[in-house]
T-cell receptor, first 112, second 115 residues
Framework: DVKVTQSSRYLVKRTGEKVFLECVQD?????MFWYRQDPGLGLRLIYF???????EKGDIPEGYSVSREKKERFSLILESASTNQTSMYLC???????????FGPGTRLTVL | AQSVTQLDSHVSVSEGTPVLLRCNYS??????LFWYVQHPNKGLQLLLK??????LVKGINGFEAEFKKSETSFHLTKPSAHMSDAAEYFC?????????????FGAGTRLAVHP
């Protein structure tokens, strides 16, 4: 089974703090994704990566950055957290030749 | 532009009765469509997918969906609801953009199942 893990299930941070969300997959997938999930909006793509050290902006990249130094790990960074970044963050991975994304359990981030 | 619309934000059924979760899509070409399910405090799990083969697609846990091009619909059904089906369900269309597959999610439908 594909396994996608996220470093924290719940996280509470203060406005202005730098926040790191980590995601690791164990299936040697080339593509990895970060989404945020908000009620009534479904999932929205923040950033994705199709290879090590490569990244592409999704639909809502503002206020976020990412890092992919190793194939199995994709990090989402909030340089200076703000209250409007309070949300559920979901990571996903996908093989280069498939169209099925596998999701982690999510990190619920609260910014006070 | 490709998009999906889930017509109900909440659906409530009794255990043992049929489930219908409605989804309409907008696509300028023959789309690939998915249904994902999210149980409380868990990640999204793929229920089923349509990729231009048979129009009636069977998924896990007894769910199925029918692709109807004339109605631009991809409704999810199950003959008999179980308590464990209570979850949030997302209809998804794939867009090929910039050389990559991009998932466009609907807003979600929360299914409640009552005894």
């Amino acid at each position: 089974d594909v396994k996608v893990t996220q470093s924290s299930r719940y996280l509470v941070k203060r406005t202005g703090e730098k926040v790191f969300l980590e995601c690791v997959q164990d299936m040697d997938h080339e593509n990895m994704f970060w989404y945020r999930q908000d009620p009534g909006l479904g999932l929205r793509l923040i950033y994705f990566s199709y290879d090590v050290k490569m990244k592409e902006k999704g639909d809502i990249p503002e206020g976020y950055s990412v890092s992919r130094e190793k194939k199995e790990r994709f990090s989402l960074i909030l340089e200076s957290a703000s209250t409007n970044q309070t949300s559920m963050y979901l990571c996903a991975s996908e093989g280069a030749t498939t169209d099925t994304q596998y999701f982690g359990p999510g990190t619920r981030l609260t910014v006070l | 532009a490709q998009s999906v619309t889930q017509l109900d934000s909440h659906v409530s059924v009794s255990e043992g009765t049929p489930v219908l979760l409605r989804c309409n899509y907008s696509s300028s070409y023959s789309p690939s469509l998915f249904w994902y399910v999210q149980h409380p405090n868990k990640g999204l799990q793929l229920l089923l997918k349509y990729t231009s083969a048979a129009t009636l697609v069977k998924g896990i846990n007894g769910f199925e969906a029918e692709f109807k091009k004339s109605e631009t619909s991809f409704h999810l059904t199950k003959p008999s609801a179980h308590m464990s089906d209570a979850a949030e369900y997302f209809c998804v269309v794939i867009v090929f953009s910039g050389g990559y597959n991009k998932l466009i999610f609907g807003a979600g439908t929360r299914l409640a199942v009552h005894p």
